[in-house]
T-cell receptor, first 117, second 110 residues
Framework: GAGVSQSPRYKVAKRGQDVALRCDPI?????LFWYQQALGQGPEFLTY????????KSGLPSDRFFAERPEGSVSTLKIQRTQQEDSAVYLC???????????????FGEGSWLTVV | TQLLEQSPQFLSIQEGENLTVYCNSS?????LQWYRQEPGEGPVLLVT?????EVKKLKRLTFQFGDARKDSSLHITAAQPGDTGLYLC??????????FGQGTTLQVKP
C-alpha cells in the first residue's frame, strides 16, 4: 500500500482481555518499529524488526507484550491480560533500510488507540 | 541511556508570533529528526539533520543541529494556526532506533 496501515484503529478491551494489533508496513520496507505513545507525550520505543528478525525488544514493558513478524512483512503486537496502564496509542513505523539517515525516512502509521476499561 | 529533553512542553501563542523549541541531550546522535503530529495521526517527518552545525529551512521553519550533535532547535517565524500540533524531536541511535523527546504541544491562536 501507499503508507503504513494499522488495524484496528480503535480498540476497547476489558481488563484481562488479550488484544492483537496489526501493522502492514510499506511494501519492501526492511525495518519495522513499534512504539507506545501516551496522550500529549513522545512515542516510546517498544521493539524493532529487520525483516523477520526481532533485533531489539528492550522496550517491551512486560512479558505480557509480544511482537512477531514471521514473514518479514506484516507484524502483530499482542498484549495478553491487558491492564489499564496499557491504554495508549500503539504506533507502527517502517523504513526502507536500517538507519534513518537523510535517505531512509521512517514512516509512521496512524496508530491503534487502545483503551482498557 | 540516551535521553532527549524537549522544552517547552506547552506553548500557546498568537498568530504572527515567533517561537523556538529546544531539544537537548547529553548523548551524541548520528542524526536528529523533527516530526509534527496532529491529533489522530502518526508523526510526520519534517526534517533530518546529520552534520554538526547544520541549518535547514522549510518555509517558515528553521532547524539547527548543534556543533556537538547533542542538541537541536526548531524556530518558527510568524506562526499560523495551521502550525498547531505536537512537535517531536527524535535522535537516531546506531541501531536505527529512534529515541523521542517528550514533545512540545503548540497552539497558535488566530
Amino acid at each position: 500500500g501507499a503508507g503504513v496501515s494499522q488495524s484496528p484503529r480503535y480498540k476497547v478491551a476489558k481488563r484481562g482481555q488479550d488484544v492483537a494489533l496489526r501493522c502492514d508496513p510499506i511494501s519492501g520496507h526492511v525495518s519495522l518499529f513499534w512504539y507506545q505513545q501516551a496522550l500529549g507525550q513522545g512515542p516510546e520505543f517498544l521493539t524493532y524488526f529487520q525483516n523477520e528478525a526481532q533485533l531489539d525488544k528492550s522496550g517491551l514493558p512486560s512479558d505480557r507484550f509480544f511482537a512477531e513478524r514471521p514473514e518479514g512483512s506484516v507484524s502483530t503486537l499482542k498484549i495478553q491480560r491487558t491492564q489499564q496502564e496499557d491504554s495508549a496509542v500503539y504506533l507502527c513505523a517502517s523504513s526502507l533500510a536500517t538507519t534513518p539517515n537523510s535517505g531512509n525516512t521512517i514512516y509512521f502509521g496512524e496508530g491503534s488507540w487502545l483503551t482498557v476499561v | 541511556t540516551q535521553l532527549l529533553e524537549q522544552s517547552p512542553q506547552f506553548l500557546s501563542i498568537q498568530e504572527g508570533e515567533n517561537l523556538t523549541v529546544y531539544c537537548n541531550s547529553s548523548s551524541v546522535f548520528s542524526s536528529l529528526q523533527w516530526y509534527r503530529q496532529e491529533p489522530g495521526e502518526g508523526p510526520v517527518l519534517l526534517v533530518t539533520v546529520v552534520t554538526g552545525g547544520e541549518v535547514k529551512k522549510l518555509k517558515r521553519l528553521t532547524f539547527q543541529f548543534g556543533d556537538a550533535r547533542k542538541d537541536s532547535s526548531l524556530h518558527i517565524t510568524a506562526a499560523q494556526p495551521g502550525d498547531t500540533g505536537l512537535y517531536l524531536c527524535a535522535g537516531s541511535s546506531n541501531t536505527g532506533k529512534l529515541i523521542f523527546g517528550q514533545g512540545t504541544t503548540l497552539q497558535v491562536k488566530p
